[in-house]
């Protein structure tokens, strides 16, 4: 029997439309190979599965992947349709019924931040990505950053804050911010992805509005300090063997920093993969980036990004990502393909690595 897998996608966050984008693609590349069960959580937090689940993509993104109905994949494992293709009600502890392994393809908070990790760890299910620790310091900036100075893998300098330390003493804030750092700051949500709510602020004007901004996304607020940089990007694959892919380069045209609508919108990103860089600078950054990968206690797959300062030549690590996007054209599997790891080989070996881990697992009932 071929494997049932639940490819768990949308979400809550800022990411959803993102998220539907890189399920397709991954729904697309598995046909033929799997038994797939679509999985989506819409806005409001409610679980669907099969022909319903496609709708909520359809609508979405305008497209749904060519897959075989619920009643004609469905096997006697899985959820009873009730009178239509529609495997509804659907609840999240049925999946221990209706899937063999998840793939989760959520992106930002409630998804990506430990939260549906830790769900199916309750559930008992294997599930492609990183477990309850790993996705939790992927997702928090600062919680993230702590752990890497810990492991002294150089990065930018920062400040972290909470909304409540914001709206009680504005000024204290922009004042111990403006002692530690310099203009240009990058100001983010601490728990957000793909660029959402970011802002660069030249000015402490400019920064008073920024940092409003980024806490009316997460509680939690972190301010960077700008450096002049070229930015890169490794993909790293694996477990306790992890292994770094090709580095590729970001170039953007036309804005200011690698915002939402360069990622996604308007097609002035420019990605060099391989990247035209000396092969000692590669291959410092692969060694960081497996460093930070296990550092976090990362598992099955993560990008980490990096920048390299210009006038000192530091290498200097951003940010672990550790479900970055996955369309076919998002620069994670890019990087793999031009290793020799193409699209599907990709997930195969991401199934894979979720089964092996799972099989390892401590069983806290012996």
């Not at 075989?68 to 293709?85: C, E, K, L, N, Q």
């Not at 890497?148 to 204290?172: M, N, S």
């Not at 993560?302 to 672990?320: H, K, M, P, Q, Y």
């Amino acid at each position: 029997m071929r494997l049932r897998v639940g490819v768990l996608f949308g979400g809550q966050s800022e990411e959803h439309r993102v998220s539907m984008m890189s399920a397709y693609a991954v729904m697309q590349a598995m046909r033929g190979s799997y038994e797939i069960v679509p999985i989506a959580i819409d806005r409001s937090g409610r679980w669907l599965a099969g022909e319903s689940a496609l709708g909520i993509m359809e609508t979405e993104i305008g497209r749904r992947p060519q897959l075989p109905t619920p009643a004609t994949s469905a096997d006697s494992h899985s959820v009873v349709s009730r009178g239509s293709h529609d495997l509804v009600p659907f609840r999240p502890e049925s999946l221990t019924e209706l899937v063999d392994v998840v793939v989760p393809v959520l992106h930002g908070p409630l998804g990506e931040d430990g939260t549906v990790q830790g769900l199916l760890e309750l559930a008992g299910l294997p599930y492609v990505g990183s477990g309850v620790l790993g996705s939790a310091l992927g997702m928090d900036k600062i919680a993230m950053k702590m752990l890497l100075g810990a492991l002294e893998i150089p990065q930018v300098v920062y400040q972290g804050f909470t909304r409540h330390a914001w709206l009680h003493d504005r000024k204290k804030t922009l004042d111990e911010l403006e002692r530690s750092l310099s203009y240009p700051m990058f100001v983010k949500p601490a728990n957000l992805g793909s660029s959402v709510g970011i802002s660069k602020a030249a000015n402490r004007q400019a920064l008073e509005v920024a940092i409003d901004e980024a806490q009316r996304f997460d509680r939690r607020v972190i301010v960077e300090q700008g450096v002049d940089a070229r930015e890169f990007e490794v993909g790293v694959l694996g477990w306790d063997n992890a292994q770094a892919s090709v580095v590729g380069e970001v170039t953007v045209h036309g804005h200011e920093f690698y915002d939402y609508r360069a990622k996604y919108e308007d097609g002035t990103t420019e990605l060099s993969i391989p990247a035209d860089i000396g092969r000692e600078i590669g291959r410092q950054m692969q060694e960081l980036a497996v460093k930070a990968f296990h550092g976090l206690d990362c598992a099955g797959l993560a990008r980490v990004d990096f920048f390299w300062e210009r006038a000192s030549g530091r290498i200097l690590l951003n940010e672990i990502n550790t479900l970055p996007g996955f369309t076919p054209y998002s620069m994670y599997p890019l990087l793999w393909e031009a290793t020799g790891v193409s699209y599907p080989q990709l997930i195969d070996r991401l199934i894979q690595i979720a089964v092996e881990r799972y099989r390892q697992r401590p069983r806290h009932n012996q």
